[in-house]
């Protein structure tokens, strides 16, 4: 009898201490280092706004923050590599529209967004049209002017076929009736330097990615297809300006594989969300001309399921189903 009731009075002492101390029964996290993938080459929006949050979550978060690059596919290479790992938040992909775009034009990728678990939407930048200094358009009108007179003769570089910048471009088609000739890159940062060089006559992109271009006499916008003039490129004069509702961003978004810990995915949106809220990381999307805009997973959710509906609409519409 004696020798029951101790065993049974250690049971509870045991019992008892787990539940004072929750973390006996659960693995601590995190403690091991956390990998972000970037589905797009070095020098990208994508792969700064990484870096530049990777010091601020390692100091809250307590681990390494690892930053790799993998381009390639429209996306689709990261995105599988993300969806295959474990759903232990140690392995995280950074996204666009592109992770929408691509469940219409590259179907056999097999890459939704309902695969994955929603973590942060940390903010975005308007998509405009960019050219080098000595082109001889200086305006988006007199872009559209010279598109419309000569189809397909304008080349269009864009951060790879299927991919946010692309649809952009063929959104621009769409509304103004112009048609350009398109030329994929691994990412922004590839394309720029195309442009700049005479490769491609223009490029869709954001002003995340080219601002500093602009700046620097590199290179100039010619338009944004955003709701107003921007105040780190006022010169340049939106679609919306022209008669054209046209409005495209790129954004720059977390996700984990799917069936992450939901205590997992709060701690990790938590560290992004204090993150953004540095002075450094202010001042960061500041200089890129780019928007702080903060979406919890619930909203990040919600949203992605408006931006299916609408980058489905466009697609088919364009007859750019495979």
């Known amino acids: ?13 045991v019992f008892g201490i787990v539940l004072v101390n929750p973390a006996v029964a659960q693995e601590q996290y995190p ?24 010091p601020h979550l390692e100091k809250l978060l307590g681990v390494s923050v690892l930053v790799e690059n993998k381009p390639g596919g429209g996306s689709t290479i990261a995105c599988n590599f993300v969806k295959a790992a474990p759903p232990n938040g140690y392995t995280l992909v950074t996204v666009t529209p592109t992770l929408s775009i691509i469940k219409y034009t590259l179907p056999e990728s097999n890459v939704t967004f309902d695969q994955f678990e929603p973590i942060a939407y940390v903010g975005y930048s308007p998509q405009g049209v960019f050219t080098r200094m000595d082109a001889p358009w200086n305006t988006l009108k007199e872009l559209l002017d010279y598109a419309k007179a000569n189809p397909g003769k304008i080349k269009c570089g864009n951060a790879g076929h299927g991919g946010n910048f692309h649809m952009g471009a063929v959104g621009i088609e769409q509304a103004t009736g112009v048609k350009f000739t398109h030329i994929p890159f691994k990412g922004a940062a590839p394309a720029v330097p195309a442009v700049m060089g005479g490769h491609v006559d223009i490029i869709v992109s954001t002003l995340a990615d080219t601002l500093h271009m602009v700046k620097g006499g590199s290179l100039k916008v010619l338009g944004l297809a955003a709701p107003e003039r921007n105040k780190f490129a006022p010169d340049a004069q939106t679609f919306k300006e022209l008669g054209y509702d046209i409005e495209f961003s790129t954004y720059w978004s977390y996700l984990g594989p799917k069936g992450m810990p939901k205590d997992r995915v709060k701690i990790l949106y938590d560290a992004f969300k204090k993150s953004t809220e540095t002075k450094e990381v202010k001042e960061f999307f500041d200089m890129q001309g780019a928007v702080l805009s903060l979406k919890n ?26």
């Not at 009898?1 to 002492?13: E, G």
């Not at 797009?40 to 706004?49: K, M, R, T």
């Open 297 to 322: 997973p619930e909203e990040l959710g919600e949203y992605y399921k408006k931006e299916d509906v609408k980058w489905g609409r466009l697609i088919k519409e364009g007859g750019l189903m495979p």
């Open 31 to 54: 403690k091991d280092p956390i990998t972000i993938v970037v589905p797009y080459a070095p020098g990208g929006s994508h792969d700064l706004v990484a870096r530049t949050l990777q």
């Open 1 to 13: 009898m004696r020798k029951t009731s101790a065993i049974l009075f250690a049971c509870m002492v």
